[in-house]
């Protein structure tokens, strides 16, 4: 069963694969597609959909487990920071993994906030204690403070993409 994607230029719905390689984490496939429209040129990702995971709330509903809504959270907490998506994308694939690993169908919020958080320090460290603001609910800023103090007294991981010059 072949489903055409909307072009993003024209909105037009007939395409034509011109490539189709396995993502770098080997859980999608990017396809790169041109529009018989307009020629545009637009790239899609194909993924395994996980409707078997539910994600058990703080306050006990269960809902199914949503990727874009684990990438959002993370997009928010890297708002205007200098963090790819591919980057996210990477982190977000991560997360789920570990997720699946742990063989539970309901997982509680309690056990994906910290696996969030682990790759947002490695990432960004801004962007780690706003996700963690949210996720632990700070209440006023001495909580902010305690977090970056804990932040600072933790080993940095090397950042591999830029090496510092100037310690």
Request: proline share 4%; charged share 30%.
């Amino acid at each position: 069963m072949c489903f055409d994607m909307r072009c993003i230029k024209c909105g037009h719905n007939s395409d034509k694969v011109i490539d189709s390689r396995e993502s770098k984490d080997g859980y999608s496939i990017r396809r790169r597609r041109e529009c018989l429209n307009c020629g545009h040129r637009f790239t899609t990702y194909e993924q395994i959909e996980r409707n078997d995971l539910h994600v058990i709330k703080r306050n006990g509903t269960r809902e199914p487990f949503h990727r874009q809504k684990l990438l959002g959270g993370m997009l928010k907490a890297c708002e205007k920071r200098p963090v790819s998506l591919e980057q996210l994308e990477s982190a977000t694939d991560e997360v789920i993994s570990l997720l699946q690993a742990e063989g539970l169908r309901e997982i509680p919020t309690s056990a994906i906030g910290p696996k969030v958080m682990a790759r947002l320090q490695q990432i960004d460290p801004v962007a780690y204690v706003r996700y963690a603001s949210v996720y632990r609910q700070f209440a006023d800023v001495g909580e902010f403070l305690d977090e970056i103090r804990l932040l600072n007294d933790r080993p940095q991981a090397m950042d591999t993409v830029q090496p510092d010059f100037f310690r």
